[in-house]
């Protein structure tokens, strides 16, 4: 028993002398080191969902930081009764969430148009951009290619 009090005793000898070796400064930056991260947290939850007061707002802030993932999610569990919201409101709240419908909604706009005027080279050249923006390539190259066949000499197509 005696030995063991006594290995233990030498360990914490061996500890502090070890400690009063080191730099006065390393305990600072320990520290600084502590600071440093809870100050870094504390910025993180500036832009996170704390302090929301409902699922529509926590929506609205994670759309607005770009987080469309959760805003998706969470509107997805929002329960909208009708009457209860006010006209327009939660369209404006779904567009943020789901910007590409925007996208789409002026797609259909153009495809409307396009069919009032066909042969539009502006149109093509809208709905290109537009299908560029959502990801869809070779619709976007399709019009790109129909609006350079009735205009091959202008500028914008850089040949």
């Not at 070890?18 to 930056?29: D, H, K, N, Q, V």
Request: hydrophobic residues 40%; negative net charge.
């Amino acid at each position: 028993m005696k030995e063991g009090r006594g290995f233990w005793h030498s360990l914490e000898n061996y500890t502090w002398k070890i400690i009063e070796r080191l730099s006065p400064a390393l305990p600072w930056l320990g520290l600084g080191i502590i600071v440093l991260v809870i100050a870094t947290s504390a910025y993180g939850t500036r832009a996170s969902l704390v302090g929301t007061q409902g699922l529509r707002e926590a929506a609205l802030r994670a759309a607005k930081v770009g987080d469309y993932v959760i805003a998706q999610d969470l509107w997805e569990r929002m329960t909208i009764k009708e009457g209860d919201s006010v006209l327009g409101v939660e369209s404006e709240l779904e567009d943020r969430i789901y910007p590409e419908r925007v996208v789409e909604r002026e797609i259909e706009k153009y495809e409307g148009l396009l069919a009032k005027y066909p042969g539009h080279r502006d149109i093509y050249l809208m709905l290109a951009g537009l299908y560029g923006q959502i990801g869809k390539t070779e619709q976007s190259e399709q019009y790109l290619e129909l609006a350079r066949e009735l205009d091959p000499n202008n500028s914008f197509f850089g040949e």
